[in-house]
């Protein structure tokens, strides 16, 4: 239903514009929701856009550009004058705008700043990483003394006007800023008029420093059910506060990230077909290389065991169905502990509980793989000798699999890599050669070649 509304307003948009009928495409636009704005604004070409953009309310174009990609926002932004930008600038939150002024010309950026009503709000946040606390967080929230009257608190909210879930949870700091505690709405509503915050408020209050990444504060958010998280510096003044939405966010972008590093590809930074071929095609092609230069290992022990290959011509009919099996278990096991990993259930002091929990796995996969190995070889019509070499073969390959998937995930956190780098096709190429070697060790020394 909803795709075919944005069609439909897609499709009068365009009509209109082909009429140079600019009032109704801009009326049209206007009568969406925000997430439906940015989506028909992103289908039109960049003429209607920078056409369309100083047309519509500064709410609307704010609420376009925060719903946008931040590139396709970015490139929108320089090429909109300044007085222009800066009206939009002016109705977009303080994090939003901070982001967006972040990615345009420094020039195009001061200009913007030296225009806006209080550009105190967004100044401070250019200076903090967009990837940190700092450059997730907002500067739009209260903070109220410890002294503060309940009745005294409700009349600032009346007259601060907030929006979404800032509005819910107030924040009570000293004389020089250090937070102290929280209150949320509920709690003003039904406390006495003359009592005050310090008497209210909940003193355990859980906030992260400036410097601390997005995944670990989304984490957080996620743990504890969070729908603002305060952010401090490193004497524990209250600078900011993170809001659930700006979790969405970061939680989809790292998502996307980790399952384009589970392909094998460096992340594209924006919507794929945004993305121009060539940036697409450098994102692959380095992990391409590596992973053609690791796959000669396999070739290299294939000639170590010529010999033994000549011998026992049959050894070579089970070669796919070995390396593909290690190589299916060890990524069914490194995205699980990957997963575990992300989401907290085991930590890096966890490596010997993880591997003995993975090696009682990999024995009782190995053991049915190997049976129904052993079963196939024979249906094939080969020597029992062979087909215990592949049954014995493939008990040793899901397990030094599983053994591979669960550590490596753990070396690399070690490591400060990111664990998705190490997976997929990584992990497959290593264990389709050592896999191998395995095979034809085992295949040795049953059948004595």
Known sequence: MERLL????????????????????????????????????SELDEEDQEALLPRLSPEDSADILEELDEEEAAELARSLP??????????????????????????????????????????????????????????????????????????????????????????????????????T??????????????????????SVPVGTDQEECARLMDRYDLLVLPVVDEHHRLLGVITVDDLVDVLQEEVTEDIQRLGGSQPLGGPYLDTRVT????????????????????????????HELDAVVSLTFFIPLLIGTGGNAGSQTISTIIRA?????????????????????????????????????????????????????????????????????LLASRLHIDPAIVSGPFMSTLVDATGL???????KLILGI
């Not at 380095?286 to 070739?299: A, C, K, N, P, R």
């Open 341 to 409: 990993l992300a989401v907290g259930d085991i930590e890096l002091g966890d490596a010997l509980r993880v591997l003995w929990h993975e090696l009682r796995v990999g024995l009782v996969l190995g053991m049915a793989m190997g049976a129904v190995g052993y079963a196939r070889a024979l249906a094939w019509g080969t020597e029992s000798a062979v087909a215990s070499a592949v049954a014995a073969a493939l008990l040793l390959i899901v397990l030094w699999a599983n053994v591979i998937g669960s550590l490596l995930p």
């Open 437 to 443: 070697l395995i095979y034809l060790y085992v295949a």
């Open 185 to 206: 709405l509920r709690q003003l509503i039904l406390a006495e008029p003359h009592q005050r915050m310090m008497d209210i408020m909940d003193p355990e209050v859980i």
């Open 82 to 183: 300044h007085h222009t930008l800066a009206r939009i600038v002016e109705e977009m939150e303080p994090d939003e705008a901070a982001d967006l002024l972040g990615d345009i010309p420094p020039e195009q950026a001061e200009a913007v700043l030296a225009s806006l009503e209080d550009p105190d709000e967004v100044r401070p946040l250019l200076i903090h990483p967009d990837d940190t606390a700092g450059g997730l967080m907002t500067s739009e929230f209260l903070a109220l003394r410890r002294r503060t009257t309940v009745a005294e608190a409700l009349e600032a909210v009346r007259r601060w006007h907030p929006e979404g879930h800032v509005a819910d949870h107030l924040f009570v700091v000293d004389r020089n800023g250090v937070l102290c505690g929280m209150v």
């Open 279 to 306: 940036r697409v095609a450098r994102s692959r092609i380095g992990w391409l290389l590596l992973l053609f230069v690791t796959e000669t290992l396999t070739g290299t022990v294939l000639r170590l065991f010529e």
């Open 6 to 41: 944005i069609e439909s307003a897609l499709e009068r948009v365009r009509h209109a514009l082909e009429h140079n009928d600019i009032d109704q495409a801009v009326a049209i636009i206007e009568s969406l929701r925000p997430a439906d704005q940015a989506e028909v604004f």
